[in-house]
């Protein structure tokens, strides 16, 4: 190595750094503030670290707030929505990604289109549908209207991880004797499992974290998610930031392990030597 | 094993018409080569009996069955693949049994059959690797494998050795071959390259633009191709052409070429005098010669020695024209050399260049 690789790799390396500084920075003040007790978060001036930690605010948090409820409503309406488009994107995504059919432009047009409205447009056609279905203020109707929204993204998304499967391989399991419901399942199906990783992570965070729709269509503790439950920290004469950032960091833990979970299927690189040399 | 015939099929994608009625019957144990130039629909005839294309007119019928509407999985064929398409999420063996384990074959079979192949083309120590850490030619060789497991009626192959260097291609050549030999599976063999057509074939047949151009052995598409496309393609370095008019004078028939010179030719060809021609000669049956009556001089462009022999590159009066000789002396030719057209070594084509002419004589001679 010569110098000027070293210092390249230094350089580089130096952005990195200041990016995630620049990245997780947020998420540091979040837990700071979530284990700084109330009488030290104003007096203490600005500091990396609090002088005494307490969990105070967790354990309050826990106990005595509706936060429980917020985060299983949260945890139910992000986890079927992210199984419900998973399952239908991958489907739509296969039939995008290797039949021909008539409308097949213009079905992509369309969901196309369906990306380009600000959603603050839609709330309201949106609650006057739902409401006579009864579906406003329940957890359903969240999954349904977030699975709507996401779903031509997440086809998007698995046609393009497809795409990059050869056609050679169904076609070789086919010949081999599979169907093709076979040749999906036992062939393509594994090889996309980094896609499928990459589109349950996508729904999961963005439902995770809605909060128009929620504020809009929710009313009441009962059915709310934790975005809207966040908001019950903001009263009219303060704002409570000991207890919203804790349970800001509890409501992280779950988007965390599911990463962590997802993380080895998001490794690409699994179709290498299918084809060619 | 199976015969495999193929009636009149026609194949169109949208309006674009890309084969124009094939006829091809395939026997039983027989290694036929489809050959042609890129874009011609070899691949398109091999996966239209594989059943991954709909035959858009004609019938495949495989050991006197139609299969036009049958699923791939029921016509009992394998298929290499030019990109091998091994699964990447399963080692070689697993690679291999693919097709016996979602026929639900017994264990002990599957085990016996993957490792029977697994001898035959020396994959045993690879068996638990993933196509991922394996080299092409080994890819190769695990293609093949997963092919012969299944012990199916006929072999497909489309472009098998084009992804390997020039050297492996040819060890795998005489594998290919010496496989046929032993497993005597009726073949059909797709290349773009006509010495591997050659060298494989039972019998070849040769495409241009959707149409088969001859069918027969390899020698026989060499000594009597059946036109000019045929003339051109087999063989290397390529056949020469050039256009004359059939002339008789004296009783003997020859060709006068458009400087003058008259070339002799055998006696015999049912044409009429002054009909124009198109003659050919292989490079390699060009003769050179001193001066003599009916020889041409021309201009040295190049000289390319390939070991093996020696191919000139002549500009005969501005028109390319190559002569290959193992005649070392070729390599100080002169600015010009002269050369002769042996009689018996000349092809005639119509002016179409659609027929090769004959005379009585090559005739009786055949
Ligand atoms: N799925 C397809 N759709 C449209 N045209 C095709 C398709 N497959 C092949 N073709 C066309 O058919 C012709 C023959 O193709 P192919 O059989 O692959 O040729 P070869 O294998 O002889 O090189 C080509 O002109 C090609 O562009
Ligand atoms: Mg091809």
Redesign the interface.
């Known amino acids: 190595m010569n110098r000027y690789s070293i210092l390249g790799t230094a350089l580089h390396r130096l952005a990195i750094l200041c990016y995630m500084g620049f990245a997780l920075f947020p998420l540091f003040w979040l837990l700071k503030v979530s284990v700084t007790p109330n009488d030290l978060l104003y007096s203490e001036g600005v500091r990396m670290w609090p002088s005494r930690m307490s969990f105070e605010h967790f354990r309050f948090v826990l106990a005595h707030s509706a936060f429980p409820v917020f985060f299983r409503n949260s945890m139910i309406v992000a986890g079927a929505t992210a199984a419900i488009v998973t399952l239908l994107a991958s489907l739509s995504g296969y039939a995008l990604s290797r039949f021909t059919f008539r409308g097949k432009y213009w079905l992509v047009a369309l969901m196309l289109l369906t990306q380009m409205f600000p959603l603050v447009m839609l709330v309201a056609p949106i609650f006057k549908m739902l409401s006579p279905l009864g579906l406003t203020n329940s957890l359903t109707g969240l999954v349904v209207v977030y699975t709507a929204f996401n779903i031509p993204f997440a086809t998007f998304l698995m046609q393009s991880f497809f795409d990059g499967i050869p056609k050679e391989l169904e076609e070789a399991a086919k010949i081999d004797g599979a169907t093709q419901f076979m040749a999906f399942r036992q062939i393509i199906l594994p090889l996309t499992l980094p896609g499928i990783a990459a589109t349950l992570g996508f729904v999961f965070t963005a439902a995770w974290s809605e909060l128009l729709f929620a504020l809009m269509l929710i009313s009441g503790n009962s059915a709310a998610t934790f975005p809207v439950g966040l908001l019950t920290f903001v009263s009219k004469f303060s704002v409570d930031f000991g207890q919203m950032m804790a349970a800001g960091v509890l409501a992280l833990i779950p988007a965390c392990l599911f990463f962590l979970f997802i993380q080895r299927y998001l490794v690409q690189g699994l179709t290498a030597g299918a084809v060619k040399g | 094993m199976a015969s495999i015939d193929i009636r009149n099929v026609r194949k169109n994608f949208g309006i674009v018409s890309v084969l124009h009625g094939v006829d091809l019957a395939i026997e039983n144990g027989e290694f036929v080569v489809l050959v042609g130039p890129s874009g011609c629909g070899k691949s398109t005839l091999l996966r239209m009996i594989?059943?991954?294309e709909e035959v858009t007119e004609g019938e495949i019928r495989i050991d006197g069955t139609r299969v036009n509407e049958r699923?791939?999985?029921d016509r009992d064929?394998?298929?290499v693949?030019q990109?091998?398409?091994?699964?990447?999420?399963m080692n070689v063996a697993e690679n291999m049994s693919?097709?016996l384990r979602?026929?639900k074959a017994a264990s002990e079979k599957i085990a016996a059959a993957v490792g029977n192949a697994a001898r035959k083309l020396e994959l045993q120590p690879l068996l638990a690797r993933?196509?991922?850490?394996?080299?092409?030619g080994q890819?190769q060789r695990v293609a093949m494998g997963?092919a012969i497991v299944?012990q199916p009626k006929a072999f497909l192959f489309d472009e098998p050795l084009s992804?390997l260097d020039a050297r492996l291609r040819e060890q795998m050549r005489a594998e290919i071959k010496k496989l046929h030999r032993d497993l005597g599976a009726t073949s059909i063999y797709v290349t773009h390259d006509q010495i591997e057509a050659m060298t494989l074939a039972d019998r070849i047949v040769a495409m241009h633009e959707g149409v088969v151009q001859q069918v027969g052995s390899p020698l026989e598409l060499y000594d009597r191709p059946a036109n000019l496309f045929v003339a051109g393609f087999i063989g290397s370095p390529a056949m020469n052409f050039l256009l004359a008019r059939y002339e008789v004078s004296a009783g003997t028939a020859g060709a006068r070429l458009p400087d003058g010179t008259l070339i002799a030719l055998s006696s015999g060809y049912q044409l009429e005098e002054g009909a124009a021609v198109t003659l050919g000669i292989r490079p390699e049956h060009v003769e050179m010669s001193p001066a003599s009556e009916g020889s041409l001089r021309a201009a040295v462009d190049l000289i390319e020695p390939t070991g093996f022999g020696i191919i000139l590159h002549l500009g005969l009066h501005g028109l390319p024209f190559n002569v290959f000789t193992l005649d070392r002396a070729a390599l100080t030719a002169g600015p010009t050399v002269t050369v002769t057209f042996p009689p018996q070594h000349l092809h005639l084509f119509d002016e179409t260049g659609k027929r090769a002419l004959t005379s009585s004589l090559q005739q009786g001679k055949n």
Request: hydrophobic residues 40%; positive net charge; without cysteine.
């Open positions: 594989a059943g991954l699923a791939p999985k064929i394998a298929m693949f990109s091998y398409a091994l699964y990447p999420h693919y097709g979602i026929r993933r196509p991922k850490a394996l080299s092409g890819r997963r299944r992804n």
